[in-house]
C-alpha cells in the first residue's frame, strides 16, 4: 500500500440494536476526537433531574423554567461507541450511572462494516482506486429509569456495579500485604562491615600463587 493514500472512510449504518425504543430517546455518539465534557453536558441534561433552590421565582415571575426540572427529562438514553472510541462511551456510562442512580443497564456488542477507500498517488500509472471493507466493534449501552427484562444478555441491574467494587475493596483489605517489613542487617548506620545478625568472622580470599595457612597456626609461626 506504499503507492495509494487513503481518501476517505465510509461507516455503513447500523441498526439500533434494542427495537421498540421510544422516536424522543437521545443518541449519544462518541467519537475519537469526542471531549467527555461535552457529551456528559448532553447527557446529564436529558436525565439528571435538578432541583430547584428555594428562593427560585416562579414562572408568575416571569422567570425561565431551566431544562431539567422534571417535565423534559427522558426516560432512557444510548451511548454508542465504534472502535477506538469504545473505551470512551464505557467512561460516559459509568459518570452517568454515578450521577443519576437506579438506571438499568443493557449492553449490545455488535460490528459495523467500515470502508476505506484508496486512492493512488500517481494516477498516471495505470492503478486502480481500492476498497477495503473492515468489521469494526461497536458498543451499544441502553440506560433506563423503567426496568428492563432481566432475562436478556448484557442486563445489569441498578447498584450491581457498586457492589462489585466493594467486594473487591473487601478482598483487597483481608488478603496480606507483602512487603511491608523492611529486612534487617547489612551495612546500615550503626553497623561495622560484616557484624550482622548470623554472620561468622569474615573469611579473607587467597590471592592467586598466594600458599594457604595452615589450619591452627594464629601466627604462621612454625612449631
Known amino acids: 500500500m506504499e503507492n495509494y493514500r487513503k481518501a476517505r472512510t465510509v461507516e455503513q449504518p447500523c441498526p439500533c440494536p434494542f427495537p421498540d425504543l421510544p422516536s424522543d430517546t437521545p443518541e449519544v455518539r462518541v467519537k475519537d476526537g469526542s471531549k467527555i465534557r461535552n457529551l456528559m453536558r448532553f447527557a446529564l441534561s436529558r436525565m439528571e433531574e ?3 433552590p428555594a428562593d427560585h ?3 408568575h ?3 425561565e423554567v431551566s431544562v431539567g426540572l422534571g417535565e423534559n427529562l427522558c426516560r432512557q438514553i444510548v451511548f454508542t461507541g465504534v472502535g477506538q472510541s469504545v473505551a470512551k462511551a464505557i467512561t460516559c456510562v459509568e459518570i452517568m450511572k454515578r450521577r443519576v442512580h437506579g438506571l438499568h443497564q443493557h449492553t449490545k456488542l455488535v460490528y459495523r462494516t467500515v470502508q476505506e477507500v484508496w486512492e493512488p498517488l500517481e ?3 495505470g492503478l486502480d482506486s481500492l476498497t477495503v ?3 469494526v466493534p461497536s458498543i451499544w449501552v441502553l440506560l433506563s429509569r423503567d426496568s428492563l427484562d432481566k432475562n436478556q444478555p448484557g442486563y445489569q441491574a441498578p447498584g450491581s456495579f457498586d457492589a ?3 467486594q473487591a475493596l473487601k478482598e483487597e483489605a483481608a488478603a496480606p500485604k507483602h512487603g511491608q517489613r523492611r ?3 547489612g551495612t546500615g548506620a550503626g553497623r561495622t562491615e560484616g557484624a550482622g545478625r548470623g554472620k561468622g568472622p569474615r573469611k579473607h580470599p587467597v590471592r592467586p600463587g598466594e600458599p594457604r595457612k595452615p589450619l591452627g597456626h594464629a601466627g604462621g609461626g612454625q612449631d
Request: net charge positive; no cysteine; glycine share 14%.
Open 123 to 125: 494516477p498516471e500509472a
Open 50 to 52: 435538578k432541583t430547584a
Open 164 to 166: 462489585l467494587w466493594a
Open 57 to 59: 421565582p416562579g414562572p
Open 133 to 135: 471493507s473492515r468489521n
Open 183 to 185: 529486612k534487617r542487617g
Open 61 to 63: 415571575e416571569g422567570s
